[in-house]
């Protein structure tokens, strides 16, 4: 078991609402727990979105395109913090302002791993310059690349298995942003399209 794998992540109910804590491990266990997460997809001026590959060593879907960065915070940690956190750790870049263009609740199993995502993921997007430098973590990442969205939109649904099963959700939200969640009642919700900088984070949002 990697260290990340005891980090602390907070569980949630359907509707985003903070329900008690676990370990990622325990987390991903089958059947899962439902808990907090975030995926920040990277923009550059023209509009391309930066992919990694997943390392072979990762516990979930190896080997298989996601989006440029994802993780869980540590309770009571923001968006802002978390995902830049990782930024660093896994691409070498960042921090980046990060603006939430939507949720999404998503249910996988990793055939390859036996492990489970369930997942209430706060989709983050991150302007930043064109050839923007990173040094990317091999024990995280086997390699990067720019892509247009829409491209990439077309191309999960011809070749589904080369991709993290939740990156078709991430894309859609990045390329129609949506409205908070319907039912979501905390006052700390971070609203659509606001700066995530700039608004009020609920605690451990991924």
């Known amino acids: 078991m990697t260290h990340r794998e005891t980090h602390l992540v907070e ?3 359907d509707a985003g609402q903070p329900v008690g804590e676990t370990t990622v491990s325990a987390a991903h266990q089958p059947p899962g727990q439902l808990h907090r997460a975030f995926s ?7 509009g391309r979105v930066l992919l990694q590959r997943r390392a072979a ?3 979930r879907f190896p080997l298989r395109w996601g989006n440029s960065c994802c993780g869980h915070p540590g309770p009571g940690e923001s968006l802002v913090e978390a995902a830049n956190r990782r930024l660093h750790e896994e691409l070498g870049a960042g921090p980046v302002p990060l603006t939430e263009v939507g949720v999404y609740l998503y249910y996988a199993e990793d055939p390859t791993t036996g492990r489970v995502e369930f997942e209430y993921d706060h989709v983050l997007r991150g302007e930043v310059p064109a050839e923007l430098p ?17 491209a990439l939109e077309a191309d999960l649904d011809t070749d589904p298995c ?9 894309v859609h939200r990045l390329l129609r942003p949506t409205a ?3 039912g979501t009642s905390d006052p700390a919700e971070i ?3 606001l700066p995530a900088d700039e608004a009020a984070e609920r605690s451990g949002g991924r």
């Open 191 to 193: 609203p659509s399209g």
């Open 40 to 46: 920040v997809l990277l923009v550059d001026p023209a």
């Open 162 to 170: 080369s991709y993290a099963p939740w990156l078709g959700g991430v």
């Open 11 to 13: 569980l949630v109910d």
């Open 134 to 150: 990173v040094r990317p973590d091999p024990d995280e990442v086997a390699e990067v690349r720019w892509v247009d969205p829409v």
């Open 180 to 182: 908070p969640t319907a």
């Open 57 to 59: 060593g990762k516990t």
